[in-house]
């Protein structure tokens, strides 16, 4: 058995058994193949997103998002702005203990320019029903170019542990038919 000590005291310049050899071999090629198909899978799969990142303080990551809050809000919800900014422009979502602010609304076929950053520590941005999941650090502004092609209400979760509150931290996005509001 695997949790007993080996039989000879020298045991590291015995023959590797043929059996694990093989497991070697398929388990190194397996991973090589699980590598190259990342990228692959990010040409193709539609999964792996191209971001880009910038170092920002957070200070003004958050003066960015309070000035397009201030400028597009068109509702509210549990205190939460809804905010629908014009599209093709920057929209900025922050994270923080424990929420998601604002919530946004955003037009069908159109194309964003996302923002993500936190204001504290680290967070994880993972978009309900679909498989996008990023890490969102304080001091990183992470930017995705977006076209949301499905209407509808869209959950963010977090999903690195934050804290007491990390399950409370839900935040939204609505995606609207082109030229509608509210
Ligand atoms: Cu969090």
Known sequence: MAITPPEQRIWWNEPVERGEIVWIIIAFV???VMFFMMIWWHFTGQQNL?????RIDPAVFGERTDAMVEQYTVGEEAGI????PPPGSDVYMLSRLWEWW????LEKDQSYRLHLSSMDWQHGFSLQPT????QVHPGYDMVLTVTPDQAGE?????NEFCGIGHHTMVGKIYVVEPGQVG
């Open 131 to 134: 498989n996008i999941n990023l």
């Open 30 to 32: 397996w991973g090589l």
């Open 154 to 158: 869209f959950s963010v979760v977090c």
């Open 81 to 84: 702005p809804v905010v629908h």
């Open 50 to 54: 191209s971001n880009e990142a910038y």
């Open 102 to 105: 604002p919530i946004l609304e």
